[in-house]
């Protein structure tokens, strides 16, 4: 049966475990995150598939089923695995999308090559992955593309299949016009992109963007905005928009734009932290670190998320209060990279390095500043460490959203506690309670911990307390139905004829027509 919510994302829905010879499929250890978020719109769907890729060897035969039905708590739903060879995986995903496309978007062009880039790949692999769409998707079905990797998706399956609804969300920023201009392939993007029906971001600032990208490149016949809720707006922050773009006309294309951040599951995080085993879990870990002062930054190698600014304004409050020596603990998690991620090799020996050197200068045999760790937490030991800091600091250079923030609020469960948050960080439009600092600026990044160290309990609360009703009114839930309603408002589009595109152009033996390479 033909789906009537298509979800197109590279990574598959489940965790693939071996036992006793055989793979079994597991639900994601994490219950939070973007992949059960999306997971959520099963249930809430008639018929649902998810089109991911999998890894197998270039020119041999494929060694696993390209469709699987699952059953889980979200629901039953089909899973299409796209066979790619690691030479397609790298091209696509380690090379483009990171050493091209991820500086770009986090606004960091000193970083961005083409050197080692081949287009013509990632465009086939977008192509591979919106055939497999337009054969799952039932007539005016919603097919719903997640991230930049896939840029290129809307533009094949409008072409393939004009009769469904296409929706994009980008989990990442959006850079300014000056800053997205930089690519070579800036064109084939936003045409693939003014073909859907529904660009959706986080905050308003990356549909500002983007709407600034298209003025840049095409003519914008008209453009429809509204004010910025006030809980998103965020005045006299980086971030801060009071007027967001709803939608876009540009010659035969009506595009609706969204900018609504993802929420957490805040409910299911207390629920766990409470539990008993989780408490004892809590009191174990401030019983084996004895500081007055546990700090936790959770985040993985990437030169965007600000982890090396981070340690160096920690040498520089233990240079500057040494009052603090043996007080303070400052626990850092930052998983590192899969293999073929040449771009984040260096960022992590940095981390690394700089971590050892506070831990040698500053340290002494019965006290260590830093506990680092590059290996994932489980979700629930990550949430009890959550628990037992006093602070979470979390200061990226650029960051979509960062639903670390949110955890660590839900995990708190009303009590003290202070949130160190960069204001680039997408999350920073609705945190308005944390305490705000621009990683840029030395100064701020060391009153910002300065404050959070010194805060009096009853402003932690009081924070805290408020943030956490925000985490409640706009959890994961809400989130789910805000999209929802969206879908439901997309017009109808006319229907193919009985024979879809897809199927003409395989038995005619030719792939859909290709945009040239600037």
């Not at 770009?104 to 591979?128: G, H, K, M, Q």
């Not at 595009?255 to 008993?276: C, K, M, N």
């Amino acid at each position: 049966m033909a789906a009537s919510l298509v979800i197109v994302y590279h990574r598959q829905p489940y965790e693939e475990h071996v036992e006793g010879g055989k793979t079994v499929f597991r639900e994601n250890a994490s219950p939070n995150g973007i992949v059960p978020a999306l997971k959520g719109f099963i249930g809430q769907t008639e018929r649902a598939s998810w089109i991911a890729w999998k890894k197998s060897p270039a020119g041999k035969p494929v060694r696993f089923e390209r469709r699987i039905t699952v059953e889980d708590s979200y629901g039953s739903y089909e899973v299409v695995r796209l066979p790619l060879s690691a030479e397609q995986i790298s091209q696509f995903y380690h090379v483009t999308s990171k050493e091209a496309l991820w500086p770009i978007l986090n606004s960091f062009p000193s970083l961005y090559s083409t050197e080692n880039c081949d287009w013509a790949a990632f465009r086939e692999v977008n192509r591979l992955f919106a055939e497999a769409a337009c054969e799952e998707a039932a007539p005016g079905a919603v097919v719903w593309v997640h991230d930049y990797n896939l840029w290129l998706v809307p533009k094949f399956v409008r072409a393939l299949r004009p009769d469904v609804r296409i929706a994009f969300f980008h989990h990442t920023p959006f850079p300014a016009a000056d800053v997205f201009n930089i690519l070579p392939w800036r064109d084939e993007i936003v045409d693939s992109l003014l073909d859907c029906d529904l660009v959706g971001f986080h905050v308003p600032r990356y549909a500002r963007n983007f709407v600034s990208v298209v003025q840049s490149l095409r003519p914008v016949d008209a453009l429809v905005e509204r004010d910025v809720p006030p809980d998103l707006r965020a005045t006299g922050t980086a971030l801060s928009e009071p007027v967001t773009p709803v939608v876009l006309h540009s010659g035969k294309r009506r595009v609706q734009i969204d900018a609504f951040p993802i929420g957490t599951h805040a409910s299911l995080i207390r629920e766990t932290v409470q539990q008993p085993e989780r408490l004892a879990q809590v009191a174990q870990i401030r019983h084996d670190i004895p500081q007055e002062k546990i700090i936790v930054s959770i985040g993985r190698v990437d030169y965007a998320k600000g982890t090396r600014e981070m340690l160096l304004a920690y040498e520089r409050l233990l240079q500057r209060r040494p009052e603090l020596h043996g007080r303070i603990k400052l626990l850092v998690t930052a998983v590192a990279a899969a293999d073929g991620m040449r771009v984040y090799k260096r960022a992590q020996q940095s981390i690394e390095q700089l971590a050892g050197r506070i831990n040698g200068r500053i340290g002494t045999l019965a006290w260590q500043p830093i506990l680092l760790s590059t290996t994932p937490m489980p979700f629930a030991e990550t949430l009890c460490y959550y628990r037992a800091a006093d602070i979470c600091w979390i200061t990226p250079l650029r960051d979509g959203l960062n639903l670390v923030a949110k955890e660590f609020i839900a995990a708190h469960v009303n009590e003290s506690g202070v949130l160190v948050l960069s204001e680039f960080a997408g999350a920073a439009v609705e945190l308005q309670d944390a305490v705000l600092v621009n990683p840029y600026s030395l100064v701020q990044m060391d009153a910002a911990i300065d404050r959070a160290l010194d805060m009096p309990a009853a402003e932690q609360r009081a924070r805290m307390q408020r943030m956490d009703a925000l985490m409640d009114r706009y959890d994961i839930g809400h989130w789910t139905r805000h999209v929802l309603e969206l879908f439901a408002q997309l017009p109808a589009r006319a229907q193919a004829d009985a024979d879809p595109a897809p199927q003409r152009a395989r038995r005619a033996g030719r792939a859909p027509a290709a945009v040239p390479v600037h």
